[in-house]
């Protein structure tokens, strides 16, 4: 007997609970809350991830683990970059008071969508953002709960 459910591929739209975590603890868990939605190829998850959807039936629950590097990359150093307090004050919230560890998001330069950075060090003149994915150069296990494929 065949199964008739539909399985994930290229250009599939899914809906789906998925965790994805790192050496220090989740980073995304859409568990216990509202599924998420998404188009394979639109590149709201890295093509590692994505490539490791393929094939899953709907209705399955998977659990992969990722080597360092696999799913986003290794740790770039030039991904960290010094802001001008002055650009800080114009780009985000001239009256917050930013501490280390804080993440900011930022505008692309075409203005269509953002990207983040965590704050590493401040100065009185200049603020050390890293601009590099929270698991990049890590292993990371990827939990997912396919409950619809399109």
Do not use: C
Request: overall charge negative.
């Amino acid at each position: 007997m065949t199964s008739t459910l539909a399985r994930v591929q290229a250009g599939s739209f899914l809906t789906l609970h998925y965790r994805l975590s790192g050496p220090a603890g989740d980073v995304i868990n859409t568990f216990g809350g509202q599924p998420a939605t998404l188009s394979l190829g639109s590149g709201e998850l890295s093509p590692a991830l994505e490539a490791a959807l393929i094939g899953l039936e709907e209705g399955a629950h998977a659990t992969l683990t990722l080597p360092a590097g696999e799913a986003y990359g290794e740790r770039n150093p030039a991904m960290q970059q010094w802001l001008s307090r002055q650009e800080l004050r114009e780009l985000g919230n001239p009256d917050e008071d930013y501490q280390v560890g804080d993440m900011l998001y930022f505008p692309t330069p075409d203005r269509k969508g953002q990207f983040g950075g965590v704050i590493l060090q401040l100065t009185d003149l200049a603020v050390l953002f890293d601009f590099n994915h929270p698991l990049a150069g890590q292993p990371v296990t990827f939990e997912v709960h396919l409950i619809g494929v399109l």
